[in-house]
DNA sequence: TTCTTAGCAATCATTTTCAATCATAAAAAT
DNA sequence: ATTTTTATGATTGAAAATGATTGCTAAGAA
């Protein structure tokens, strides 16, 4: 096997797990302990990855271990890389005295990493954001009313007057479970309208996907293609499902990849 | 199991239990206890939690802090274990599937230790209780809109649709700055207007206080004594405070004393 | 109070991990 | 074809982590 091939594979286990052994990498890899420790120091010294005895871990660990909801700890790890790449391009949009909205789904929540020593107003329906930035951040946080969902993390609430009407936000972040020709995708019919209802109080809509994405269906519609302002996504993104974003007036951004190629 | 491992589970185990012994760590992680003790002195000296005797326990405030061998003041710890006690009382008044309101204030949120075993629906502007509740207990958790107020740990909102009109409580409970002859006090202007809000939305309103807060005063007026329908104090309660009370109409409950004398 | 037990830090032996070194094999350059 | 360079694997002494033991201290019970 090839060093490079090593080296995208190594930094492809850290990503999805939060610590990997020396051990487990030679087991995985089959070359040799020395081999496996050589390629660690590379990676750590390119700034790559996070040297810790005995193995080697993220260079950002996950930022909230204490999740709640079991589907939303799994959702996070998946793509773990291509997402906090998206999350990062979102990050950098925002500018400090901005007013934002962040909308539900892992990759948004990623967002909040990126937020931490900046000064913006963020609204958010995630509670787990709205910890996080509690805790970590300089941020003011504003929340709407609603019930609190444990599985989504999420503040939902089936009346209109919900107390978010009086915010107003140049940008909303969100995420979607699945995007295709007809419109971005939710299962969730709460979620839906939730989401929907944020979005209107937003001048700007960014949708923030994984390449993956595209390839998903779901079943109910947020809103169509041509309502987004701006798609972020990562370098995975199919050049026919680019073209066809294009053409429905939407400004692509493919966040730039900070692995190893 | 890897070091960072570890320490990842146990800032896991102690962000969900009040607290967490060595014993349980060493069970949950299959290490020795040198190694657990180890692992929890650098976690403390990283500032990552808290250590007590026996275990660990989580950084941010405690529900249920260990009142033994802590270098506070002595009645400040008769205080705690006074709120304590009222909590207790107050969790006590309700049943399961009722629905109540909690407000802020630290003895309120020390009610949230005692709903944990509990099925209620909650509405908070604590964001405190809210975490807490979510990821402790089996209650459902509505929020109002607002604004998150680090100080003060709660959800504020200047504006009056603030999505707790659809919300109806049987209880309320609420704790306060100070109680005197002329009502009930705080001392923050948005604090009042909020916890107001909210006890319009309630048909009992019970107010939660350690005998103590008879001594405060405060600058702003909630409500007044006669707006009460109950309010739980412990045994600390001077008489002439105690036939005031009894004076304006309102129930009053002494909580019976858990402290071995 | 005094006694008993549990918790804790310090110590030491053992095991694991690591970086440096060397030797070999493969690849590249001459 | 030969030399040079590079990558890999094995070895080794040092450093670090771990687990067991011990003596001490603090908490709780009698």
């Known amino acids: 096997m090839h060093e490079r091939e090593r080296h995208r594979i190594i930094l492809v286990e850290v990503s999805e797990k939060p610590v990997v052994t020396i051990a ?3 087991e995985r890899l089959g070359a040799s302990e020395a081999t496996i420790r050589r390629d660690v120091n590379f990676l750590h010294d390119a700034g790559k990855l996070n040297k810790v005895r005995g193995g080697a871990e993220s260079l950002h660990p996950p ?6 909801g079991r589907p939303f700890a799994i959702s ?4 773990a890389q291509a997402k906090r790449e998206v999350a990062k391009a979102a990050a950098a949009m925002c500018e400090d ?7 539900g789904g892992s990759t948004a929540y990623m967002m909040a990493e990126y937020l931490k020593n900046r000064q913006i107003h963020v609204m958010t329906n995630s509670f787990v954001i709205a910890e996080y930035l509690l ?9 709407p009313a609603g019930k609190l969902y444990r ?3 999420l503040i939902l609430s089936p009346f209109p007057e919900d107390g978010s009407a009086n915010f107003y936000a140049s940008k909303m972040f969100f995420g979607a479970q699945g995007v295709g020709k007809l419109g971005v995708m939710e299962t969730d019919p709460q979620i839906v309208q939730g989401t929907t209802r944020l979005l209107q109080r937003a001048e700007q809509r960014v949708l923030l996907v994984d390449s993956s994405k595209f390839a998903q269906r779901s079943s109910m519609i ?11 996504t990562d370098q995975g993104i199919e050049p026919k499902m ?3 974003l294009e053409a429905t007036g939407c400004r692509l951004v493919i966040a730039p990849s900070t692995q190893v190629q």
Do not use: H, R
């Open 24 to 26: 487990q990498l030679v």
């Open 63 to 68: 930022i909230s271990t204490n999740l709640v």
């Open 76 to 79: 996070q790890t998946i793509n």
């Open 97 to 103: 005295g901005e007013s934002i909205i962040i909308g």
């Open 135 to 143: 805790k970590n951040s300089k941020c003011s946080v504003t929340l």
């Open 151 to 153: 599985e989504q993390n």
């Open 222 to 232: 947020i809103c169509e293609l041509s309502e987004l302002d701006t798609v972020i």
């Open 242 to 244: 680019q073209k066809m």
